[in-house]
């Protein structure tokens, strides 16, 4: 019999928030069903004793494609290169297993996942339990669920755990359904102490409390008002305790206590006194917990009348940060949820939106302050991806019969079909309320454990000014008609970016920080020859790579490559349509930076036979692609991830027509420039 470990080390790694969720989901149940664990960002790896008796437990998503998050490639790095001795002692018949999140919509679904599972193994660690391969395209739960069961279901013979804490686990999980949403007696009961008794007392206290929301807020403009979604609900049983195989109730994990502090709601773009100010030089210690403000200074729109999506250009003053950025850098920008939003939120759930609260995990760590408000507007994720778990904890709050059956129904198997059709609908925290209406009195410490953290987004640097430490980012104004609640969507970063400089009295300061380990970079080398291939506002980075080619050929009278910029777009005219950038690239040309610029027209008559779409025009101009890839020449695509693959499926015909090559050897030739770090993409 196999020997127990005494530790759980969870481990993740995590681009928007999904894997980091699920890696404290299950950090904190193994807690509770009585395992000792512990948890790590993957690139803290230095802090982590891999030579404890422990098993790892390792979820990591894939962005991009195929990318690893900005927070893993340091330990990625570290086992291809770190030494010898150091590599065998951490995982020599280490054993671990992989819940990989990933989307099959892009090419390399799931790679970093089993990219770390296959060097694990050539390292010499053994896995206890086959990855999981999680696809968002179809729902991560259909995966996730059934694998999460066998994780807890195989720990036991291979971890200790305290038996005491397992029955008390056991007897919770298997109490079933409360009949009606109890305040406080039931919540006690899962409670160590009287302190942390008094702890959640006060934190229902808080929810009850009758929120300071403005008289106006009363009317909010149509594109904020929560929507009922329709859903059928003909085949939901008519009583909860007709509902099978609904999901267990997760545990508690977190105590609030509301202090008797007070914090005034701050304007809608500060949120800087909730961090702690960043000392000394590198520009890389700024990050989400700790963003930099930096100032807008101009903007322009770059898009015309024609145009189906506004175009937006800010010029930001980074001066401070210490940053040297290159062509190919990224900011991530933290746009905050609109009071519009938030604030009609805090009045339907009576939450008070001043009172400072003190927020601790039920097992150990160290306490967090900050307002309801604040949390809701600053640090929670108000429409996340609709989960089980979340709609599992609301029915305990649903004072509707019907519509507690159907919210329990909503997470069980029989129920899956449903629960498809609700997550289409995207619904908002708020649309939830509105399609439940009986939901109330939910603790403030369930909303925090279950509303996942609200991430940055991400813009690609155009324009860097070296001398007055400025740089310029160009991004779509996001706004579509969500079909299932037939309303508008705004896109959260880009309406609040453009709110500001509409409306500056709001305050031109936001927060941000750069990207850590962009890869999407031009080589350093000038000669190198560049393919790029763009859609819309991907070719916003191309702007800086044509920018630094043409430094490098002004500063030191060097020779540079050929490049060719394929750019896919609507209308065909500057003034009046989409091709952004049009008169600077059109200079490129002129002056020899850029070789060849060709554009593919999508909804006016083509005045080439190149075709409408950006993936035609580099088959018909494939032999200007070959020639450069037969010269070392280095090869990106930025755009939509749909553009991106039909794309490839051009290169691989430009491979088969141009370099003699069947199908399969073209796949494998793409697949080693890709390796080469010759073959980049930045899609989204």
Not at 570 to 592: K, L, P, S, T
Request: aromatic share 8%.
């Amino acid at each position: 019999m196999t020997s127990r470990a005494k530790l759980l080390k969870v481990l993740y790694g995590s681009q928007t928030g999904n894997a980091e969720a699920i890696s404290k989901h299950l950090c904190d149940e193994a807690l509770q069903r009585g395992f000792s664990a512990e948890r790590f960002v993957l690139d803290d790896y230095d802090k982590v004793s891999f030579g404890d008796d422990c098993i790892l437990l390792i979820v990591i998503s894939t962005t991009g494609d195929g990318d690893f998050p900005d927070n893993t490639t340091k330990f990625f790095r570290w086992t291809r290169r770190g030494k010898k001795d150091e590599l065998e002692t951490a995982f020599k018949g280490k054993r671990f297993t992989v819940l990989a999140l990933g989307d099959t919509n892009y090419t390399n679904f799931c790679q970093t996942g089993k990219r770390i599972e296959r060097r694990l193994l050539e390292l010499g660690a053994i896995t206890f339990l086959n990855k999981a391969l999680a696809d968002d395209a179809v729902g991560l739960e259909s995966v996730i669920d059934p694998w999460v069961d066998s994780l807890w279901a195989t720990l036991p013979s291979i971890l200790e755990f305290d038996e005491a804490k397992a029955k008390a686990f056991a007897d919770v999980s298997s109490s079933g359904p409360t009949r009606l949403p109890i305040k406080k007696a039931k919540t006690d009961e899962n409670l160590a102490d009287a302190e942390a008794a008094q702890a959640v007392e006060q934190s229902v206290i808080a929810v009850e409390s009758k929120a300071t929301i403005p008289d106006e807020m009363d009317s909010i403009p149509s594109i904020y008002t929560p929507a009922k979604i329709p859903i059928d609900l003909s085949n939901v049983p008519a009583s909860s305790d007709l509902v099978l195989g609904s999901s267990a109730l997760p545990l508690q994990t977190l105590n609030v206590r509301e202090s008797s502090e007070c914090r005034q709601m701050s304007p809608a773009a500060s949120l800087f006194h909730l961090f702690t100010k960043q000392e000394g030089n590198d520009p890389f210690a700024y990050n989400i917990n700790s963003p930099f403000p930096a100032k807008i200074v101009s903007h322009r729109y770059l898009s015309g009348p024609k145009a189906l999506k506004r175009v937006l250009e800010l010029t930001i003053d980074m001066n401070g940060m210490n940053w040297n950025p290159k062509a190919g850098s990224v900011i991530s920008i933290l746009a905050p949820n609109p009071d519009e939003v938030v604030l009609p939120l805090l009045k339907r759930l009576k939450i008070a939106g001043t009172a400072v609260l003190e927020v601790l995990p039920a097992t150990s760590g160290s306490k967090t302050k900050y307002t309801a408000y604040e949390a809701f507007k600053y640090f929670l994720d108000l429409t996340p991806p609709l989960r089980k778990p979340f709609l599992r904890v609301l029915a305990e709050y649903a004072t509707n019969e019907q519509e507690r059956a159907a919210l329990l129904f909503l997470t069980s198997t029989p129920g899956a079909g449903l629960f498809k059709t609700l997550k289409q609908a995207n619904p908002s925290f708020a649309d939830l309320l509105e399609t439940f209406p009986s939901l109330s009195d939910i603790p403030m410490a369930r909303i925090l454990e279950n509303l996942p953290r609200l991430q940055s987004r991400f813009y690609s640097i155009t324009h860097i000014d070296s001398e007055k430490q400025t740089v310029c980012v160009a991004f779509n104004i996001v706004e579509y008609t969500n079909e299932v609640k037939n309303q508008t969507v705004r896109g959260l970063c880009s309406g609040y970016l453009e709110s500001l400089v509409l409306n500056p009295s709001l305050g031109m300061t936001i927060p941000l920080f750069p990207k850590p380990n962009a890869s999407f970079m031009p080589p350093e080398d000038a000669l190198v020859p560049l393919v790029m291939i763009s859609a819309g506002t991907g070719v916003t980075p191309f702007l800086s790579f044509l920018q630094d080619r043409r430094r490098q050929r002004d500063e030191s009278s060097a020779k540079i490559g050929e490049s060719v910029l394929f750019h896919g777009r609507r209308f065909a005219d500057d003034a009046g349509g989409d091709r952004i950038y049009g008169q600077e690239i059109d200079q490129y040309v002129v002056n020899g930076v850029l070789t060849q610029f060709i554009a593919a027209i999508s909804r006016e008559e083509c005045v080439s036979s190149r075709g409408k779409y950006v993936q035609n025009a580099v088959e018909c101009e494939g032999a200007i692609v070959w020639k450069s890839l037969s010269l070392g020449g280095h090869l990106y695509v930025c755009g939509g991830v749909e553009m991106a693959r039909d794309v490839h499926a051009s290169l691989a015909k430009v491979c088969v027509t141009f370099g003699g090559m069947d199908d399969a050897e073209a796949k494998k030739f793409l697949k080693a420039l890709a390796a080469e770090g010759r073959y980049l993409k930045e899609i989204w």
